[in-house]
C-alpha cells in the first residue's frame, strides 16, 4: 500500500496576539489572511521581510546571524532589534501603525517580541505559502 499523500498546505495566514501593557500590540489579537489583506514576504540575502497591509499594516524583519547562510528549521534565541542587532546572534523587529521598536516556497515563523527589554510581549505567528 502507499503512502499516504502529504497533507495540503495551509494557507497563508498571520496572527499577532499583545499581552497587555505590550507597546506594539496594544494588549490586542490580529488575524490576517489573503482573503483580507495583502501579504508580502520577501527573502534578500540573510534578511527576511514580511509585509501587512490589511486593517491595519505591519512590517517584519528576521536578520539571520551572520554564522547561517540560509534560512533553517530551528530556534533563533536572544535576538535583538534589527537593525541594531549584534550579527553574531541575528535580530528581529516588528512594528505596526507606525509604532516600532533566496527563493522561499514556505515559511513557518513563531516569535516573541518584548520592547526595551519589557515584560509584555507581542506573540506573532505566520504561515505563509508562495
Given amino acids: 500500500m502507499p503512502p499516504p499523500p502529504p497533507p495540503l498546505p495551509q494557507p497563508t495566514s498571520i496572527n499577532l496576539s499583545s499581552d497587555p501593557g505590550d507597546y506594539i500590540g496594544g494588549g490586542q489579537a490580529y488575524s490576517y489572511s489573503q482573503a483580507d489583506a495583502q501579504i ?3 527573502a ?3 534578511l527576511l ?3 501587512i497591509d490589511g486593517d491595519e499594516s505591519w512590517q517584519g524583519d528576521f536578520r539571520l546571524p551572520d554564522s547561517c547562510s540560509q534560512l533553517e528549521p ?4 536572544n535576538l535583538t532589534r534589527y537593525p541594531f542587532h549584534d550579527p553574531a546572534i541575528g535580530g528581529l523587529s516588528w512594528s505596526g501603525e507606525g509604532r516600532g521598536r533566496n527563493t522561499l516556497t514556505a515559511i513557518d515563523l513563531r516569535f516573541e517580541q518584548h520592547c526595551e527589554g519589557g515584560g509584555p510581549a507581542l506573540h ?3 504561515h505563509w505559502i508562495q
Fill in 124 to 126: 506573532g505567528e505566520l
Fill in 49 to 51: 521581510t514580511i509585509s
Fill in 40 to 42: 508580502t514576504v520577501a
Fill in 74 to 77: 530551528g530556534t533563533y534565541n
Fill in 44 to 46: 534578500q540575502g540573510a
